[in-house]
């Protein structure tokens, strides 16, 4: 890139990223709407209703687990967004208080803002929802087999070493917990759409980093992120490799394939 985001040493790497968040963590919403025409908001509600959180139906739950409510780490999940659905949904579909929701990202700033966004909801300095600062390539702060749900949204492409996230997402799940991850990902078979998209990502999305963010280089870092993510396959084929089982297919595509959703189990 021509910011040589490839070409420098992968601790230099991770600050500039985190650079990047600590950039837009005030802007981040508007910049998402604006970015996607507002379908992150659709995409999240799907992805949250299809995870079905506090449901009694937990694989994971052995008989001898006495906890009530799922343990979910978001991890990436600075500002809140999947955790505030996911305890909404526990409560108002499942009828359920005890699911929790510890959100870990690595930039303190986005935390920052996701616990401020926290002071609208019902959960607030309650023991429902947690704050964590961690790296989701090495959180020694989490014990093995201790989470339900494993959730990563819109994050995992951000990282320096993929794989690494992955076996450690495999390490905190409990046997049967899932992992549940929502990425941008790549257009499938509509030809002049992806081209329409691409011109679209690299044109559009700069420009309103610029004008509405004042700042094109992170939001051109974005779009750049998005480009390099493996295809739906080749991530599918590193979940596996951390030692998930996959159901079905694998993942399931959204608006063409612009994002999707994969999906590993535990055994
Ligand atoms: N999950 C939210 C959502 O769906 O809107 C926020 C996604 S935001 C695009 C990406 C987040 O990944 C940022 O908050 C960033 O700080 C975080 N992040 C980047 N690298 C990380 C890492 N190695 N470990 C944990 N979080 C990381």
Redesign the pocket.
Known sequence: THFGFENIPEAEK?QR??A??SS??SS?DTM?DLMSLGI?RLW?DHFVRSLNPGSPSMLSRSADDKEKGWNIL?????????AFRMLDHATNINNDRDTRVTV????A???AEGRKRSLDTPYYNTKRLSFMV????HMPQVPDNSVDLY??????R???DKQA?LNEAYRVLKPGGVFAC?EFSKVQNFDLFNEVYKRWSFSAIPLIGHLVAGDRASYQY?VESIERFPSQEEFRAMIAKAGFVIPGRGYENLSFGIAAIHRGVKP
């Not at 961690?134 to 390539?137: I, K, R, S, V, W």
Request: glycine letters at 12%; zero cysteines; hydrophobic letters at 50%.
């Open positions: 991770e990223v985190g990047v968040f837009v963590a981040y998402n992150h999240k978001d991890v990436a999940g600075g500002s809140g967004d999947i870990a990202d690595i930039n700033d986005m935390l961690a790296n989701a390539e959730t990563v949204s819109f994050g995992i951000n990282f320096t996230a929502m974005l």
